[in-house]
């Protein structure tokens, strides 16, 4: 089944210790991405890839970071999460020819005290 | 810049009625459209796109949307909606076809009233 996974999908943390929301697609998609969701605010690019070891900055990058080592993976980490970072979380991917249509994880709802 | 205005945070609605959601955006040439739906605890699903042609565009589900130049439109309908189309609806813009630039609105949230 085609699908994009994350993990964790709750998770509850304390101001500054890392973490790492995983992401993993199986559609051998070149392009990936992640947005937070907050109420009001829809959904807020965070970073994306176009490719293996291809990354860049989206709207809001501040606090965290991400990498492109495999086609199938893109994680995203916080190194030290602050409590504005408390959000809905999700990981998306698509071929980039197919122009736009994102196929998307589940979200990873995080609260950090 | 771009952007893409959903005015209504919350529309409540009878099951068998009929279902208008509002979309605008700002850009200065016709960009690609897109309206995603979000059932509870989901992530995204794609309902239906707009890049050229036909103004009238046919989605899943039953819903179609229609692309309005002149009033810088997108609009999402559908002639009688179902408890299970109670979810969150997402309009969302880009100037061309490349995944990496959609923005999206804040969602409008549909209820279904029984």
């Known amino acids: 089944e085609a699908q994009v996974t994350q993990n964790p999908r709750y998770l509850i943390t304390v101001t500054g210790k890392k973490l790492t929301v995983t992401c993993s697609q199986n559609?051998?998609?070149?392009?990936m991405s992640w947005y937070r969701q907050d109420p009001g605010l829809g959904l807020r690019q965070i970073y994306y890839s176009m490719n293996v070891e291809v990354t860049d900055k989206g709207d809001v990058p501040e606090g965290y970071k991400v990498s492109r080592k495999e086609k199938r993976n893109f994680p995203l980490i916080l190194e030290s999460p602050s409590p504005n970072q408390t959000s809905l979380y999700f990981c998306?991917?698509?071929?980039?020819?197919?122009?736009?249509?994102?196929?998307f994880g589940e979200g990873s709802r995080l609260t950090v005290l | 810049a771009q952007s893409v205005t959903q005015p209504d945070i919350h529309i409540t609605v009878s099951e068998g009625a009929s279902l208008e959601l509002r979309c605008n955006y700002s850009?200065?040439?016709?960009?690609?459209l897109f309206w995603y739906v979000q059932s509870p605890g989901q992530g995204l699903q794609l309902l239906l796109k707009?890049?050229?042609?036909?103004?009238l565009v046919q989605g899943i589900k039953g819903f179609e949307a229609e692309f309005k130049r002149s009033q810088s439109s997108f609009n999402l309908r559908k002639p009688s909606v179902h408890w299970s189309d109670a979810a969150e609806y997402f309009c969302?813009?880009?100037?061309?076809?490349?995944?990496?630039?959609?923005?999206f609105g804040s969602g409008t949230r549909l209820s279904i009233r029984p």
């Open positions: 850009y200065g040439a016709t960009p690609y």
């Open positions: 998306a991917s698509s071929f980039e020819r197919d122009s736009g249509e994102l196929f």
């Open positions: 707009y890049f050229s042609g036909d103004t």
């Open positions: 969302a813009v880009a100037p061309y076809s490349s995944a990496s630039k959609i923005i």
């Open positions: 559609m051998n998609h070149e392009y």
